[in-house]
């Protein structure tokens, strides 16, 4: 059967600290998958945790273990075994109380569990007596099958039940076989559910890097192009600017010519407003002219943060190329381990049509010689 998740959920896993025995360590950046494992096959829980190849959590629940909440959304548990005390921050008190149920309702399960009983050997036989005195005894033990002779010289029948029995050595060859598969089977499923984890979560840390990567790069063309608009515009007012001064000083001048040859006083009113207009609207520019200044540096400003983001996004960028490398490494082990698996399950296969072929030779071999033992008997 193997090892197979029954439960999940996310959390910041922690552990305590080994030297001063009171501070968390965090041994997970980010959320991780926090699992309840169940084993058929020792009959045992785990809880495992793995954040991206590396185990972070491998506990057994034993009966003495109690999960203890400290906070809404904090829980923690002490592990013998491992020699360290576990701590798990979750998002909501309600994924805290479901976790924190799952862990007593598994340890109130390992306190009920009886422990397996050795099983004996079953011993069923038969015997005959010969004419000659001869006592056959037959003995089936945990579906082997021997033929002993007390006493008596016949050779013949000896050799007879001898031919009938099947090899011990061959039969236990063949349960060690299976148990050996059968562990194996166990540690590539283990294997394989460890790397499905760590493949999924790969995945999406590298689906929403990719998302922020892409609202970066559409915020830094926006400014971008915000930034040339600004400037252009910057431009353009400069130039009106500089034209709009050309035009007062031209207007000075012709003020000043006018007044000192006594010229029209109406001319030199005209002029004068004209001058008034004139130097209303370049401060008017001037004063445009600040704020897109100001604006600008803020852009600047802007643009040198992006320039930042542009680095941290080629950072993000050989992240996700490494973590489409782990993936795909990820899922050639994986479909490595499903290859071992499938060929696991062959040699099982195989192993138990030869175990169901040596049982039906076993039965006609005890069917010819309990046949024999009649005979014997009918003899005598």
């Given at each position: 059967?193997?090892?197979?998740p029954?439960?999940?959920?996310?959390?910041?896993?922690f552990?305590?600290?080994?030297?001063?025995?009171?501070?968390?360590?965090?041994?997970?950046?980010?959320?991780?998958?926090v699992?309840?494992?169940?084993?058929?096959?020792?009959n045992?829980?785990?809880?495992?945790?793995?954040?991206?190849?590396?185990?972070?959590?491998?506990?057994?629940?034993t009966?003495?273990?109690?999960?203890?909440?400290?906070?809404?959304?904090?829980?923690q548990?002490?592990?013998?075994?491992?020699?360290?005390?576990?701590?798990?921050?979750?998002?909501?008190?309600?994924?805290?109380?479901?976790?924190?149920?799952?862990?007593?309702?598994?340890?109130?399960?390992?306190?009920?569990?009886?422990?397996?009983s050795?099983?004996?050997?079953?011993?069923?036989?038969?015997g005959?007596?010969?004419?000659?005195?001869?006592?056959?005894k037959t003995?089936?033990?945990?579906?082997?099958?021997?033929?002993n002779q007390?006493?008596?010289?016949?050779?013949?029948?000896?050799?007879?039940?001898?031919?009938n029995?099947?090899?011990?050595?061959?039969?236990?060859?063949?349960?060690q076989?299976?148990d050996?598969?059968?562990?194996?089977?166990?540690?590539?499923?283990?294997?394989?559910?460890?790397?499905?984890?760590?493949?999924a979560?790969?995945?999406?840390?590298?689906?929403?890097w990719?998302?922020?990567?892409?609202?970066l790069?559409?915020n830094?063309?926006?400014?971008?192009?915000?930034?040339?608009e600004?400037?252009?515009?910057?431009?353009?007012?400069?130039?009106?600017?500089?034209?709009?001064?050309?035009?007062?000083?031209r207007?000075?001048k012709?003020?000043?010519?006018?007044?000192?040859?006594?010229?029209?006083t109406?001319?030199?009113?005209?002029?004068?407003?004209?001058?008034?207009?004139?130097?209303?609207?370049?401060?008017?520019?001037?004063?445009d002219?600040?704020?897109k200044?100001?604006?600008?540096?803020?852009?600047?400003?802007?643009?040198?943060?992006?320039?930042?983001?542009e680095?941290?996004?080629?950072?993000?960028?050989?992240?996700?190329?490494?973590?489409?490398?782990?993936?795909?490494?990820?899922?050639?082990?994986?479909?490595?381990?499903?290859?071992?698996?499938?060929?696991?399950?062959?040699?099982?296969?195989?192993?138990?049509?030869?175990?169901?072929?040596?049982h039906?030779?076993?039965?006609?071999?005890?069917?010819?010689?309990?046949?024999?033992?009649?005979?014997?008997?009918?003899?005598?």
């Amino acid at each position: 059967m193997g090892e197979q998740p029954i439960y999940t959920t996310r959390a910041h896993v922690f552990q305590i600290d080994p030297t001063t025995k009171k501070n968390w360590l965090p041994s997970s950046k980010q959320a991780v998958a926090v699992s309840y494992f169940y084993d058929s096959t020792r009959n045992s829980y785990r809880i495992i945790s793995v954040d991206g190849s590396k185990a972070i959590i491998n506990s057994t629940i034993t009966p003495l273990m109690t999960f203890t909440k400290t906070s809404q959304k904090f829980g923690q548990w002490s592990d013998g075994r491992a020699n360290t005390v576990y701590g798990l921050g979750f998002g909501s008190e309600v994924e805290l109380n479901k976790f924190a149920e799952k862990f007593n309702e598994i340890r109130e399960v390992t306190k009920q569990t009886p422990e397996k009983s050795k099983s004996g050997e079953v011993s069923t036989g038969s015997g005959s007596v010969q004419s000659n005195g001869t006592v056959v005894k037959t003995t089936v033990t945990n579906n082997y099958v021997s033929s002993n002779q007390t006493k008596g010289s016949d050779q013949n029948e000896d050799n007879t039940s001898t031919d009938n029995t099947i090899p011990q050595s061959s039969l236990i060859n063949l349960r060690q076989g299976g148990d050996s598969h059968s562990a194996t089977d166990s540690q590539l499923k283990y294997a394989n559910d460890r790397l499905k984890i760590a493949l999924a979560q790969s995945s999406a840390n590298a689906k929403k890097w990719e998302t922020e990567l892409q609202t970066l790069k559409n915020n830094n063309a926006k400014l971008t192009t915000a930034l040339q608009e600004s400037t252009a515009n910057v431009e353009e007012w400069k130039r009106q600017l500089a034209s709009y001064k050309d035009e007062s000083s031209r207007l000075k001048k012709r003020i000043i010519e006018l007044e000192s040859t006594g010229g029209d006083t109406t001319k030199v009113s005209v002029l004068e407003k004209e001058k008034t207009d004139l130097e209303n609207r370049l401060s008017s520019v001037e004063s445009d002219n600040r704020m897109k200044e100001q604006e600008i540096i803020r852009l600047s400003r802007r643009v040198d943060d992006l320039s930042t983001l542009e680095n941290q996004n080629r950072t993000l960028e050989n992240r996700i190329k490494s973590l489409q490398q782990e993936n795909q490494s990820f899922q050639d082990a994986l479909q490595d381990m499903r290859s071992q698996l499938q060929q696991t399950r062959q040699k099982e296969e195989r192993q138990r049509q030869d175990s169901s072929r040596i049982h039906s030779q076993l039965g006609q071999k005890l069917q010819e010689v309990m046949q024999l033992h009649n005979q014997m008997g009918n003899h005598v």
